[in-house]
């Protein structure tokens, strides 16, 4: 056999390969072409424009390809994470249920919680799940926006909320309330037999660059499920990652089931302030053309996911003021969809 046919023989081998033999060996991530790069680099120099912002950090394919602080900050600084806790919460939820903690999004809350319910409680309450909070769609009262000051100055903030009166039934709208994952973290308490903050450390510790510093905690010692979480940039990337990677850590060790990141990230209800679809502690809108599932804090602290892009990104920004209110959320979405833009080069 010359030459030119053995090669022609391998090739014609190669092609034939089965696919799934083949596709266990995948070309690796091409990196960012130069023109792309300059892009990127552009689109962040001209972030600086929007006063707020504090740091973006932006990673393709488990690769941070920039990072960069604005009026002296840095994505190593600790930031008050706000809402964006909420997918942490979720998370610590569904390693839970895995580990048999909880039957499921499906368990009725009340006889976890039975120490708290009020004396005479509203029937509604035995059909409160686990789901229901994590979706937002409980039915009782919201004790966010105009009712959040006068729920934590309560003596005792599980119980105040498992006393609020019903606004509608238990799996109806979503009515967005920081108490409901604070109810999670108090069923997590009971659960685990230890605080919330030793399981998130246990539980996702094995994860490099995962961090919770302070974290506010109610009258009886149960930290604020969902709100006054401190974290860096980059360990908040880390959290993202680990989602954007099926709840693996680069080294292959699995800590949140991939089950559940697909629950996690189907919507279930949406808001009625910006009609983004809302799932398990994530909500979900196009953004640039591409499905983005995404955790927000108040005042612009931002994990966004593009999965068919491998692109995790974080934002920080300025704690102190609205972001919705006043257009910033959407200057945030719009920087992301112009950096999802460089992507697609």
């Known amino acids: 056999m010359n030459r030119r046919s053995l090669l022609l023989t391998l090739s014609f081998a190669l092609s034939a390969a089965p696919l799934a033999v083949r596709a266990q060996t995948p070309p690796p991530p091409a990196p960012p072409a130069a023109d792309d790069a300059a892009e990127l680099t552009r689109v962040l120099d001209e972030a600086s424009a929007l006063t707020p912002l504090r740091t973006v950090i932006v990673a393709r394919n488990g690769s941070v390809v920039a990072e960069r602080g604005y009026r002296g900050h840095a994505a190593s600084e600790s930031t008050n994470i706000k809402s964006a806790s909420k997918s942490i919460v979720s998370a610590l939820v569904g390693i839970a249920i895995d580990k048999g903690l909880l039957e499921g999004v499906d368990q009725p809350i009340a006889p976890i919680l039975q120490s708290d319910l009020p004396a005479d409680p509203d029937p509604r309450l035995a059909r409160v799940t686990i789901g229901h909070l994590l979706s937002m769609q409980a039915g009782l009262e919201r004790m966010s926006g105009a009712n959040y ?32 994952t604070h109810l999670l973290s108090a069923i997590l308490t009971k659960v685990g037999g230890t605080s919330t903050l030793a399981l998130a450390r246990d539980w996702l510790g094995p994860l490099e660059g995962f961090r919770i510093g302070a974290w506010e905690r ?22 993202g990652e680990l989602y954007r990677n099926g709840g693996r850590t680069p080294e292959g060790e699995q800590l949140i089931p991939e089950g559940w990141i697909r629950q996690s990230w189907q ?33 612009g602290q931002m994990l966004y996911i593009v999965p068919d892009l491998g692109l995790t990104v974080v934002m920080t920004s300025d704690e102190s003021g609205p972001s919705a209110r006043n257009g910033y959320r959407d200057d945030l979405h719009a920087l992301l969809a112009r950096i999802i833009g460089t992507a697609e080069g």
Do not use: C
């Not at 599980?158 to 109806?172: H, K, Q, S, W, Y």
């Not at 919507?267 to 955790?295: C, K, L, M, P, Q």
């Open 267 to 299: 919507s279930r209800t949406n808001s009625r302030f910006s009609n983004d679809g809302y799932g398990y502690g994530w909500f979900e809108r196009v953004i640039g053309g591409r499905t983005v599932h995404f955790a927000w804090g108040y005042g």
């Open 149 to 180: 000051g006068r729920w934590v100055s309560s003596r005792n903030w599980v119980r105040t909320a498992l006393a609020a009166p019903f606004v509608a039934e238990p799996g109806g709208p979503m009515l967005y309330s920081t108490a409901s």
């Open 218 to 239: 109610d009258p009886q010692g149960i930290y604020l499920g969902g709100n006054q979480m401190a974290m860096s940039a980059r360990s908040l990337l880390a959290f």
